[in-house]
Antibody, heavy 118, light 109 residues
Framework: QVQLQESGPGVVKPSQTLSLTCTVSGASTSSGSFYWSWIRQPAGQGLEWIGRIYSTGTTNYNPSLESRLTLSLDTSKNQFSLNLNSVTAADTAVYYC??????????WGRGTLVTVSS | SYVLTQAPSVSVAPGQTARITCGGNKIGYKNVHWYQQKPGQAPILVVYDDRDRPSGIPERFSGSNSGNTATLTITSVEAGDEADYYCQLWDGHSDLSWVFGGGTKLTVL
């Protein structure tokens, strides 16, 4: 059974860096069959794709976030991570990690709420 | 970037059929995927590649896609189907390649 679990601070101060980690079980992040993504959802709003990373370390980013975003992969820990710098209140959301083949997302984490507030 | 348009809400009585649509320019040429999200929970994939169901998803959930509209159909609707439903696709020609629709709230009357 594939499971993903997000972890990280629940509160981040404005202008600082939001850092989250997704720990994967039941699947290998070093496998070339899947991509590892981050998706977020502000309260009461829809889903926004943030970015994804492949087992080779290749990344794709949402153009609206690309200048502030870095994704990384640690296959030894079977984890992947998100760093989003210079955060503002607009970055407050539930952040999900997800796995998927090329086009969609077949397994999701439960999500973690990150609030940007001083 | 590619735009997906969904109606904000759909209401249906128990036992009836719900049809949730997702509009986009020539969407019939793309693969559309559907997610169900209940309050406080993560989305789950209910249909992928227009009409395929992941294991564990009831046959009551089906999908179709043609022209400028993709449709998620839920037959014999149950109270437990009440949720937000999102369509999503990959557009390799766009800067923003992975796009979600705005979501449709399905209310079971």
């Amino acid at each position: 059974q594939v499971q993903l679990q997000e972890s990280g601070p629940g509160v981040v101060k404005p202008s600082q860096t939001l850092s989250l980690t997704c720990t994967v079980s039941g699947a290998s992040t070093s496998s070339g069959s899947f991509y590892w993504s981050w998706i977020r959802q502000p309260a009461g709003q829809g889903l926004e794709w943030i970015g994804r990373i492949y087992s080779t370390g290749t990344t794709n980013y949402n153009p609206s976030l690309e200048s502030r975003l870095t994704l990384s992969l640690d296959t030894s820990k079977n984890q992947f991570s998100l760093n989003l710098n210079s955060v503002t209140a607009a970055d407050t959301a539930v952040y999900y990690c997800a796995r998927g083949p090329m086009e969609h997302f077949d397994y999701w984490g439960r999500g973690t709420l990150v609030t940007v507030s001083s | 970037s590619y735009v997906l348009t969904q109606a904000p809400s759909v209401s249906v009585a128990p036992g009836q059929t719900a049809r949730i649509t997702c509009g986009g320019n020539k969407i019939g040429y793309k693969n559309v995927h559907w997610y169900q999200q209940k309050p406080g929970q993560a989305p789950i994939l209910v249909v992928y590649d227009d009409r395929d169901r992941p294991s564990g998803i009831p046959e009551r959930f089906s999908g179709s896609n043609s022209g400028n509209t993709a449709t998620l159909t839920i037959t014999s609707v149950e109270a437990g189907d009440e949720a937000d439903y999102y369509c999503q696709l990959w557009d390799g020609h766009s800067d923003l390649s992975w796009v979600f629709g705005g979501g449709t709230k399905l209310t079971v009357l």
